[in-house]
């Protein structure tokens, strides 16, 4: 099979019309949460996911936005979005969004976590030690999550205390060994944060059992035009150019 893993879209519909234009034919596609809040399209990307995905999770900005979690967590910029957002949505979308879980299994080879496996809401996983930490709460080879905007993995060999960050080029390949567990982090859809503005997922292949990272230019300016028209914080619209 064929599966496109995204994450982190922020109401980005135009970043996700591209990826899903620039992925081509797939079997399945997997959200890993945050299809809503900062940005100016909460609707359009809830239903294109609702229409797509055969798994989606919730992340903290999809339950501020639902008011399932306190606003006061967040900075003033994205309370401010969040709240917007939130006011935006259909009753349709907001039922569906509701019941959503923050991680699950896909099945017996992968697990999926917003953040991490032991705090799947929260946790920004970034360093191999908190790697390390997390094997322990899932059984699966494999664990993809989103959260930190950020595009990279961790190889974790079996039956050794360590863990190796990558992180990968554009269109770069990464071999699924049976010696080792990983993290993938297929980056953000509508808002990255690791100094690329394109918008990042990943390709996962189950029968080649390899991950390609991929990375897509979208009309960035037409989505800040938006993001002004709505009267959304300006220092949200300023990172979608500078990818931080």
Known sequence: MRIV????????IIALETVLADAGSFDALWCLGDTIGYGPAPNECVELIRQHAAITLTGNHDLACLGKISLNDFNPDARRANLWNGSQLTAANREWLLPLPPARSADDHYYLAHGSPREPIWEYLLMPSQAIANLEWFSEPVCFIGHSHVQFAFRCPRNDNHCERIMPEADSQLALTADSRYFINPGSVGQPRDHDPRAAYVILDTD?????????????????????????????????????
């Open 5 to 12: 893993i995204l994450s982190d879209i922020h109401s980005n």
């Open 208 to 244: 080649q059992q390899t991950v390609t990272f991929k990375r897509v230019a979208y009309d960035i300016k037409q989505v800040q035009q938006q993001m002004r028209d709505y009267g959304l914080p300006p220092a949200l619209i300023y990172r979608l150019s500078v990818g931080m």
